[in-house]
């Protein structure tokens, strides 16, 4: 029986660390909102022009990814520009590939 829990706890420890979170952020305050993710949890982001299909609005998405443990930091600052809507997605980071050789990292 330990045998099986320490398993199980293991493969659910391991499981949790290879999730990440993909945050894309409509909104018009875009350089704010980022400056404040930024300076408080230190993440890095991509801010680029959005197009509302429906309503015909121009306004930014902040495309921001981070460890699943860090995402409650990015939901509280969200809460403070209620103009936000917030796509969050999970992703299983192991599936993940992430080319650093065209961005000189």
Known sequence: IYSFITSSTSKKIQADEKET????????????????????LHLPATIMEAHGAYSGENKEM???????SVAPLVEKILTKFPDCVVFKTVVDSSQMIVDYSKSGV
């Open 62 to 68: 902040i495309i921001c990814v981070t460890d699943k």
């Open 21 to 40: 979170v993909k945050f894309e952020i409509i909104t018009s305050h875009a350089q704010t909102l980022y400056e404040k993710i930024s300076s408080e």
